[in-house]
């Protein structure tokens, strides 16, 4: 999904970027679900949406900002093997991010962000402004792969595009429960 595909979605169901951390508290907290986080590329940035918002302490566990692949395998459960085979940049290590969040914090979601925030890192195969986010529930695991680098974005706006893909994401995974 590119940037424009979020902005679009997010438009269609009258989301502003800046209301999607309220939004998901709040319909944890009438859910009476629990979330955790697994940050790389935002660095604490969706922990810290989640727990801007007053009354997150009765919905969030935990985030763990896991920029180093060992944090990743040692703390949050991704596979050594995912690694070193996809990378760190890649839906599967999203997903198994995703999954070992949740359960080592034993939340009812999990949710997972792993990309290249540039400016520099990019390949061909893996250009600037890809992300992956993970979503982690007791019914199912998803990714999505998010496209965040069109109109030369930089580093800071990825980051604040990759969070809000993240809420909104888990906001839609919280309604299905």
């Keep these: 999904m590119k940037t424009s595909e979020l902005l679009e979605l997010l438009a269609q169901e009258n989301i502003e970027i800046k209301n999607l951390p309220e939004l998901l508290v709040n319909a944890l907290a009438k859910k009476k679900k629990r979330i955790a986080t697994a940050e790389s590329c935002t660095g604490g940035l969706l922990s810290g949406a989640i727990t801007s918002v007053s009354g997150a302490s009765g919905v969030f566990d935990c985030g763990v900002c896991s920029y180093a692949n060992h944090i990743k ?55 600037v402004g890809l992300v992956y986010i993970g979503v982690s529930t007791e019914l199912g695991l998803h990714t999505e792969k998010m496209l965040l680098g069109e109109n030369n974005a930089d580093r800071e706006r990825i980051r604040e595009l990759a969070v809000a893909a993240a809420l909104y994401f888990a906001l839609k995974e919280t309604e299905k429960m």
Excluded: C, F, N
């Excluded at 999203?94 to 990019?122: F, H, N, Q, W």
């Design 73 to 127: 395998h040692k703390i949050v459960g991704v596979r050594e093997e995912t690694l070193s085979t996809y990378g760190a940049v890649s839906d599967r290590t999203a997903a198994e991010m995703a999954r070992g969040i949740r359960l080592l914090a034993k939340a009812d979601i999990g949710v997972s962000t792993t990309g290249i925030a540039g400016p520099l890192g990019g390949s061909q195969y893996k250009p």
